[in-house]
């Protein structure tokens, strides 16, 4: 599987699957290109410093079409990740990667899903509604924010006095520990398809 990660911050979570990868070979999967949104993400220098190819996208780039998809086939793109990308996929790219384009969440969707969603406002809610668990979705990306079928969860309890940053450490972690099985188990199943 050659898989591309689109990021839009930090990426820990691309971390994780660049590294996890490059020491696995065996896995299947190889990361061959990260895609920003923004020119000021963290996760463009990380990918850099291992040599990872990057390419940043502007609005019209990315909701116009063509370019975007040149510029995947010529990496030799077969897969997307979202980690941590904050754009709504426009239905062109859907339809051109029809069901592997898998994003991650940082909750329990349906609940705390949806446009708007997304980091410290995500545990924030799950703290003020006093929730004595969230967790991590993995999914299908679709054209709407966070609807696609799902394909992995997981949970973490939650103690009363778990602050909305403590919320969110746990949830990441649970994050970094399992968006990288799900690729390597996607990845398996593509191979058993193929053959
Ligand atoms: C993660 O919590 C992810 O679920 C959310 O954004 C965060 C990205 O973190 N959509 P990072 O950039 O991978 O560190």
């Known amino acids: 599987m050659k898989l591309a990660l689109f990021v839009s911050g930090?990426?820990?979570?691309?971390?994780?699957?660049?590294d996890r990868f490059r020491a696995h070979p065996e896995d299947g999967v190889?990361?061959?290109?990260?895609?920003?949104?923004?020119a000021t993400a963290g996760a463009l220098l990380?990918?850099?410093?291992?040599d990872v190819p990057t390419l940043v996208l502007d609005r019209e780039e990315f909701y116009?079409?063509?370019t975007l998809l040149n510029d995947l086939a010529r990496f030799g793109v077969d897969f997307i990740a979202l980690?941590?990308?904050?754009?709504?996929?426009p239905a062109y790219l859907v339809a051109a990667f029809p069901q592997r384009i898998v994003n991650i969440h940082p909750a329990l969707l349906p609940a705390y899903g949806?446009?708007?969603?997304?980091?410290?406002?995500v545990h924030r809610a799950v703290k003020a509604n006093g929730e004595a668990e969230s967790g991590i979705t993995i999914h299908y990306v679709?054209?709407?924010?966070?609807?696609g079928d799902t394909l992995f969860q997981a949970a973490v309890r939650l103690e009363e006095h778990d602050t909305p940053a403590e919320i969110a450490a746990l949830v990441l972690r649970l994050e970094h520990a399992n968006y990288w099985r799900v690729l390597k188990k996607l990845a398996e199943s593509e191979k058993i398809l193929s053959t």
């Open 64 to 66: 116009g079409g063509t």
């Open 10 to 18: 930090t990426g820990s979570n691309a971390r994780v699957i660049i």
């Open 46 to 50: 990380m990918a850099a410093e291992r």
């Open 83 to 89: 980690a941590g990308f904050l754009w709504l996929v």
């Open 114 to 121: 949806g446009k708007g969603m997304y980091g410290e406002r």
């Open 142 to 147: 679709n054209e709407h924010y966070d609807e």
């Open 30 to 38: 190889e990361v061959v290109l990260l895609v920003s949104n923004k």
